[in-house]
């Protein structure tokens, strides 16, 4: 037995607490260890906030040889508490942290002797190699066989090169029957539809933003599910679960510009008859792509813009132009799709000057929905790296990094962030399309301007 977990939330987040979904990429790893043979449980206790008392009976009950638990920087203190607890009542029990943290700082994780291994990036190729070995005995001469691993020998903490599967498809749908499904939320942002799921087709990202490290997780190539596994999918969702929504979690839904052309002529074929969102990049769309996303049930689509300033998105490295975010807004309010806006203040060299011309450029484009996000620097990308060496940060917390400059500190952004969202809607175009969404009134001009 096999038992896959997350963890409780932390205590605090400068996130918030994520929506209610399932832990996708947990799951993937569950139904290819199915597919190798092996008995697989899950328990996400992100959702169920179990006390770690009753994590211990769960684990006592049904006595797993391996437990695999996600671990976030924000979820690192949850993560070792639970293993502690896993081996108090089950000392035999080989304990494995994978996700983000363990992928990024590995290191921190294995300095905990509750934690044996670490897998580093996607988990299904790696967690399976790791069962396999484990169950033929574990060979110390056989361990730098298994790939994505981290492990110790010889007193050191030692990583095996990390592997990445070029066909995706030979992944399973991932085992959302071993979650608590009626639990998730049915309704979710940017899609009427309801019930609405998730799904999670494409890995990887075409850019490299120092401020992001997704290169580090998914590796140098973006790949995804063939369009006829997507459709199966699907059509698999709606069957199973009722699917009427399906919001495409994941950067770049459009890298290939014939693959989603070609998803949407199957969706179409199939009469699936589903809404769905997605996200992707402002240089991955044309008018063509759009339109015939539309045509196949796209509703929504959601754009990380991050900043309306150049010296900002050079900074970053975003490799997009103002130009190409303006089209792109432009385009999809010619087909007629929504979009979301999501934009990050807060980078080391950003002035508040800077942070203003990114509220002035949020409402020129004017999203059906946006976002401000107060940029948290976490270990794996480059800023964080340059943060520590110049000393540009407040305090670290849970190995996140508070940034300070000569410009701001975190409470300066805090009051920023208010600011920005309470002034967004405050343009008489976005009164006026709030009024007529809400089918209050028709409101001429003049009093619109009176407002």
Not at 11 to 16: A, L, N, T
Not at 90 to 101: D, I, K, R
Request: proline fraction near 5%.
């Amino acid at each position: 037995m096999i038992l896959l977990m997350t963890t409780a939330p932390p205590e605090k987040s400068p996130w918030g607490i994520a929506n209610k979904l399932p832990p996708l990429g947990l799951a993937y790893v569950a139904g290819a260890l199915e597919k190798a043979g092996f008995s697989v449980s899950m328990l996400d206790n992100y959702l169920e906030k179990k006390p770690l008392k009753e994590v211990k009976q769960i684990v006592k009950r049904l006595s797993p040889t391996i437990v695999g638990i996600t671990c976030s920087s924000n979820t690192y203190k949850p993560c070792i508490e639970t293993a502690k607890a896993i081996k108090e009542v089950l000392p035999s029990c080989v304990v494995v942290a994978g996700g983000w943290h363990a992928t990024c700082m590995p290191e921190t994780i294995l300095q905990h002797n509750e934690i044996d291994y670490a897998i580093l990036g996607e988990g299904e190729r790696g967690m399976v190699a790791l069962a396999n070995y484990l169950r033929e005995g574990g060979d110390k001469s056989a361990v730098s066989s298994v790939p994505s691993l981290v492990y110790r020998q010889d007193g050191q903490i030692k990583k095996n090169p990390q592997s990445f599967i070029a066909d995706l498809d030979e992944i399973p749908f991932p085992a959302r029957h071993l979650l608590p499904m009626d639990l998730y939320d049915q309704k979710l942002e940017y899609i009427e539809a309801t019930p609405a799921h998730t799904m999670a087709v494409v890995r990887g990202c075409t850019h490299d933003c120092n401020w992001c490290n997704s290169k580090g997780i998914w590796g140098p190539k973006c790949r995804a599910f063939s369009p006829l596994r997507i459709v199966d999918e699907m059509s698999f969702m709606a069957e199973k679960y009722g699917s009427k929504g399906i919001y495409f979690v994941g950067d770049n839904f459009t890298f290939n510009k014939k693959k989603t052309m070609e998803l949407c002529r199957l969706i179409k074929e199939r009469k699936l008859n589903m809404e769905w969102a997605c996200e992707t990049g402002v240089d991955m769309v044309s008018k063509e792509l759009l339109a015939e996303m539309k045509s196949a049930g796209c509703r929504t689509i959601f754009f990380g813009v991050e900043s309306g300033s150049p010296k900002i998105l050079e900074k970053i490295n975003r490799g997009v132009t103002i130009q190409q975010i303006t089209e792109a807004f432009k385009l999809c309010k010619e087909v007629g799709l929504k979009t979301v806006a999501s934009f990050i203040f807060g980078i080391p060299g950003e002035t508040i000057k800077d942070m203003e011309t990114t509220f002035k450029f949020a409402q020129k484009l004017d999203p059906d929905w946006h976002l401000f996000n107060i940029f948290i620097p976490y270990p794996g990308c480059r800023i964080y790296d340059e943060i520590l060496q110049t000393g540009q940060y407040d305090h670290i917390e849970d190995f996140l990094a508070y940034v300070k400059t000569d410009e701001f500190d975190y409470q300066t952004l805090l009051e920023i962030h208010r600011k920005f969202h309470r002034n967004f809607n405050k343009t008489p175009k976005r009164i006026l399309r709030k009024i007529r969404e809400e089918g209050i009134v028709k409101v001429s001009k003049k009093a619109l301007h009176a407002l």
